[in-house]
């Protein structure tokens, strides 16, 4: 992501991500290589929890994509913002309906 590009500059700390992922016994995260529906991700309707204590600051349900198709506008899709005492926590990519 190229922080020199105005639009990016509110995003740049999804450069810091970390994808939790769960994965099958042949070790595919999905039914399939790359299956053009989110269902078929085996952490589709997995539980979320909060990884710390904090205040909701933002949150939003933009609606699935299919896959590959990337947001440019949204790049964290899906998501809850908390401040935590240290740091701010964004949770993306979640399922709809979930927050």
Known sequence: MNIAVPRYRA???LSYGVDLVAMGRMGLRACGIQPPDTRAHRMYGARVLAPCAGRLVA???LP???IPMIDCD???GKHVLLRGAE???RL???QPGSI
Request: negative net charge.
């Open 87 to 89: 740091a701010d926590v």
């Open 74 to 76: 949204n790049p964290a």
């Open 11 to 13: 995003w740049r700390g």
């Open 59 to 61: 949150l939003n349900g």
């Open 92 to 94: 993306g990519h979640l």
């Open 64 to 66: 699935d994509m299919q």
